[in-house]
């Protein structure tokens, strides 16, 4: 699969980065960024403060330390996505502080959405935890949802986005999953396998990563990241976790007991016991 080892690797670091705005960055050498607040000497080791929680890297991997003279803006949160017609653009997804409305309940089979995820993932060649990540920032696994600005569904598809991507119905779980997944999907190529840029267009725009070289400077963008690379790690650490557990668990073939083994002597008395008188 594509992305696991980028996401895997890349966005335990730059999830602090994006988790605030004032103060400033330490430059990793190996590409990264950091965003803090403040940071504390510690041997070796370089705590940095990010809001509240801390990063303990070690003093070699730091390249640098610059003030982070990022703007903030609430332009996504006031204005309206310019159309782009030679390109598919994602919505300005909605948060958890400003929920998105649920659309009228409408008949519907039962899905077993766990694996309508895991199914599009498949087929689009993306870590199905990731992608469930994401329809949690965007919808809260609430199939009928409705954000202010109409996006419609798990994955939050604007109307245009949608039928560029040949969805009849957005609130149809299948459908809405397979286009938002293949939309995500095409982003990471665009990007690189890069899934801080892919989740900065999928919220954003394409034309917003363009303009700033990068994650744009509004709040509700580095939000979203930000929750997607907490819920993304969580959903790893408890993984290794349970398959650190299970292996500490299992039997040890070294050490295990052949209770079929007999002594020699034993062996002996049940040859004698068995002769004929």
């Known amino acids: ?3 696991f080892r980028p996401i895997a690797i890349g966005m335990v670091l730059v999830g602090a980065q994006l ?18 607040d403040r940071k504390e000497q510690q041997g070796d080791t370089i705590r940095l403060y990010t809001g509240k929680s801390y990063l ?16 903030v803006t609430p332009e996504l949160q006031t204005t309206a996505q310019p159309a782009t017609p030679a390109a598919i653009q994602p919505a300005a997804q909605p948060l958890a502080a400003n929920s998105p409305m649920v659309a009228p309940a409408a008949p519907q089979n039962n899905i077993d959405l766990d694996q309508v995820v895991r199914e599009a993932s498949n087929r689009n060649r993306i870590d199905p935890d ?3 990540s994401v329809i949690k920032a965007e919808s809260n ?27 009849a119905d957005p609130f149809d779980a299948k459908a809405n999953v397979e286009a938002g997944t293949a939309h995500l999907s095409a982003l990471l190529d665009q990007y690189h396998n890069d899934p801080i840029k892919a989740l900065a ?7 917003r990563v363009k303009q700033y070289n990068g994650v744009p400077p509004y709040r509700e963008t580095r939000d979203y990241i930000n929750k997607i690379v907490r819920d993304f790690n969580a959903k790893k650490r408890a993984q290794m976790k349970t398959a650190a557990a ?9 050490t295990r007991s052949n209770p079929v ?8 008395s049940v040859s004698k016991s068995a002769s004929p008188a």
């Open 56 to 71: 303990d890297i070690a003093s070699g991997q730091i390249e640098s330390f610059e003030v982070d003279e990022t703007p």
């Open 1 to 3: 699969m594509k992305i």
């Open 201 to 207: 267009a999928y919220n954003a725009g394409a034309h």
């Open 246 to 254: 299970s292996k500490k668990s299992a039997p040890s073939k070294t």
């Open 141 to 167: 696994f609430k199939t009928r949802a409705v954000s202010k600005k109409g996006a419609q569904g798990l994955m939050q598809l604007m109307p245009g986005t949608a039928a560029q991507l040949g969805v």
């Open 261 to 268: 083994k007999k002594t020699k002597s034993q062996q002996a």
């Open 19 to 36: 988790s605030a705005f004032a103060g400033e960055i330490a430059i990793l050498r190996n590409g990264f960024s950091i965003h803090f």
């Open 130 to 132: 990731f992608v469930s």
